[in-house]
């Protein structure tokens, strides 16, 4: 299959493009070329004058439309998760599962295996636990963190069998054998429901982690006397974070300056549930955000869109820069912006289209254009 798409805006992850059109074919971006160069003897697709970036990635989403994948690991919840995000121009989530229950989360595992092969939405699982700091577990449920063992890693990555893509650990509870384990295996080490020391922090960098999950959320905090994960995630010169922009996790202001901090290093994740009545992790909505059953502050009410809309009105952002913080900025640390994250030849043709209110009108995955 081979189409140009026209009549578009195209942002292409490193530029801004008037006046261009993408090239399509197998799949894969042939070439971004000016409307008036364009192949004659190409069918065309209008984009009707819309803006196209290239597709969004969410690191970390538990599920949607009532299916909750953290309390329900069933390809049924991860099809009404990976189709949302779909719809909402997002073209890779990693479905996250929370501290749980040993058996649930083999099931997690075993069910994201099988469903990566079926649908490409799906780039891996991401484990936020069990391997946490209880007192920094937040809508955590205690009675499932447990101490990480060299065995309890090696099961994991055997039920897998490469689909653990990102696993959010405490530094300060883990040891050095099971974050060698776990490196070995490619799985992404990020920092997360920790009340790590600077120290501790720092140590943990150095010793392979690349990332923060949810940055200022169940972490220890930048304090003048103790600088905490915060700070370390701050001083660090290649750690990574991600952000929930929705201004009740975090303050927008705090979000412009961890921004002005990091650069590229920091991501944007909607950290999205959805309402729950039934097993560990029982959600119900709050204005724009959801509460466990205690009235604890859980998840988000996000989308992708929605995160970059707020980084452009409420925190101030360049709309380039935010597509960035949704898109490459998570692909390269996924180690995956030589496909994705780039509206460049050769790279996927995963896109989509939106219009000045960032409210998405299309997405497409490997070339194939749904509207919406």
Request: hydrophobic share 45%.
């Amino acid at each position: 299959m081979r189409y140009l798409l026209r009549n578009c805006l195209v942002y292409t992850g490193s530029t801004l493009l008037p006046h261009h059109a993408l090239l399509v074919k197998d799949g894969l971006i042939e070439a971004v070329l000016p409307e008036v160069a364009a192949p004659a003897d190409v069918p065309t697709v209008d984009a009707r004058g819309l803006s196209v970036a290239p597709g969004l990635l969410d690191l970390q989403v538990y599920g949607a439309e009532g299916q909750l994948f953290s309390v329900t690991p069933t390809a049924e919840a991860l099809a009404s998760l990976t189709q949302f995000a779909f719809r909402h121009g997002t073209t890779g989530v990693l479905a996250t599962m929370p501290t749980n229950s040993w058996p649930i989360t083999r099931q997690a595992l075993e069910v994201g295996r099988e469903f990566c092969q079926q649908q490409p939405g799906l780039l891996g699982i991401h484990l936020e636990g069990p391997f946490i700091n209880p007192t920094k577990k937040g809508a955590h449920q205690a009675a499932y963190i447990r101490e990480a063992t060299v065995a309890d890693v090696d099961e994991l990555l055997q039920l897998a069998n490469g689909t653990l893509k990102m696993m959010t650990l405490a530094p300060e509870m883990v040891s050095a054998a099971v974050l060698g384990r776990l490196r070995k295996a490619d799985v992404i080490l990020s920092a997360g429901h920790s009340n790590a020391t600077y120290q501790q922090a720092a140590a943990g960098f150095r010793q392979g982690f690349s990332a923060a999950t949810h940055l200022f959320n169940a972490m220890s905090a930048l304090q003048g006397r103790e600088p905490g994960l915060v700070g370390a995630v701050y001083d660090s010169a290649t750690a990574y974070a991600s952000i929930i922009a929705d201004g009740v996790h975090c303050d927008f202001a705090s979000v412009r300056i961890s921004q002005q901090i990091l650069r590229q290093r920091l991501f944007l994740i909607t950290d999205a549930v959805t309402n729950s009545q039934q097993g560990a992790y029982q959600f119900r909505s709050q204005a724009n955000y959801y509460v466990d059953a205690q009235g604890t502050l859980a998840g988000s009410a996000l989308t992708l869109p929605l995160a970059i809309r707020n980084c452009v009105q409420q925190v101030g952002l360049p709309l380039e820069e935010a597509l960035r913080m949704a898109s490459l900025y998570p692909a390269q640390l996924l180690g995956l912006d030589h496909e994705l994250g780039y509206l460049a030849p050769a790279y996927r043709a995963d896109f989509w289209l939106f219009d000045q209110e960032l409210t998405p009108r299309a997405t497409a995955r490997a070339g194939v254009l749904t509207w919406w």
